[in-house]
């Protein structure tokens, strides 16, 4: 089976590499498992060729990928902005993962939207932005580590993947596809995932860290979120669940802690809508989630700033949460007629 990446394209991202004397790598804020594991990957098998690199998180990622390899090297924009900013003026590539605008790096895509360095995009969501020399962006592929993996494979790094890049790149991959049930009918990641297992991933291992290791309060709001916080308007197929910030302060809530809740509505015979309100810092998220051929990035791009892929999207808005759902209900009908 063949690599499914540009072969043409990552030949000369690899020139770039070549010539690079100091490589910055971003994933996007608000990292998920995606964006951690294919950041670190690349940074792990970029320091196996000798090359001077760092990956910079605009902000925190969630405690769930802590046990990551090199984990500890990444740095994080919002905690040390002093210097994250020197070392990314004096860097001279820059790699842009898992994201594909400025927007989606907060203060730090201001600073590289800026800097005069190489870029080089590697993602898979829909409609890049043009902001870089080589744009890597294909929505076929289920997760950006599984672009990376085809990404070294292509430069002829195939040999250099590791037991610790293998894992980020599987953890990436299950996380993005949740647990290669949706968007992963491709068997081509099937063969990328038997070739990670001869590298020598710990497979439960992998599977344990980031599915079973909620804590007690994180366990305990998603009760809450199912049993109190949901709403079902079955008429248009859809669940809504809404958290304010009171509710995610009476379960501790920590970064990270609602990553997956808004899955479990599709669960429910006859929902093929799913979407969670969060009330953060002034404004509200939204993230959105649907079957088959809903395009709900859509919905998150026409009425909630936002986007993503036609089954999983996110939206942002500084209305209050009320007024934000009242918005949904309203533009629903009008969706849910047009499928
Ligand atoms: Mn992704």
């Known amino acids: 089976m063949q690599n499914r990446i540009n072969i043409e394209l990552s030949l000369s991202a690899k020139e770039y590499i070549q010539n690079a004397k100091q490589i910055v790598i971003v994933p996007h804020a608000g990292p998920d498992g995606d964006a951690i594991g294919s950041s670190l990957a690349l940074m792990r098998y970029l320091k196996k060729q000798g090359k001077q690199v760092k990956a910079i998180c605009p902000n925190a990622y969630p405690e769930f990928l802590t046990w990551l390899h090199g984990e500890d090297e990444l740095d994080v924009f919002e905690n040390n902005e002093e210097a994250c900013t020197s070392y990314i003026k004096e860097s001279d590539l820059i790699f842009i993962l898992d994201h594909n605008s400025f927007k989606r790096s907060g203060d730090m895509g201001k600073l590289l939207e800026k800097h005069s360095a190489t870029k080089v995009m590697i993602d ?12 890597i962006s294909d929505t076929a592929m289920c997760s950006t580590c599984e672009m990376i993996y085809e990404f070294i494979d292509a430069i002829g790094g195939n040999n250099q993947i590791d037991k610790d890049i293998a894992e980020c790149i599987y953890t990436g991959i299950i996380t993005d596809t949740g647990g290669l049930s949706y968007n992963s009918s491709n068997e081509r990641i099937y063969q990328i995932v038997g070739d990670l297992m001869e590298k020598g991933i710990d497979k439960a291992k ?10 007690a309060s994180r366990m305990k709001l998603l009760g809450y979120c199912l049993n109190e916080g949901m709403e079902l308007l079955a008429e248009y197929e859809t669940a809504i669940i809404h958290l304010t910030k009171e509710t995610l302060a009476a379960f501790e809530y920590q970064d990270g802690d609602t990553e997956g809740f808004v899955n479990y509505p599709l669960s429910i015979k006859g929902i093929n809508i799913s979407v969670i309100f969060m009330e953060k810092d002034d404004t509200v998220k939204i993230s959105f989630r649907s079957k088959g051929d809903i395009p709900i990035n859509q919905m998150a791009r026409d009425f909630f700033n936002g986007g993503g892929h036609i089954n999983a999207a996110g939206g942002r808005t500084f209305e209050s949460m009320p007024k934000a759902i009242e918005k949904l209900k309203k533009e629903l009908p009008a969706f849910y007629k047009s499928l």
């Open 206 to 215: 992998v599977h344990d860290k980031i599915y079973d290791n909620y804590s």
């Open 124 to 135: 898979h969501h829909p409609m890049p932005e043009d902001i870089a020399d080589i744009t």
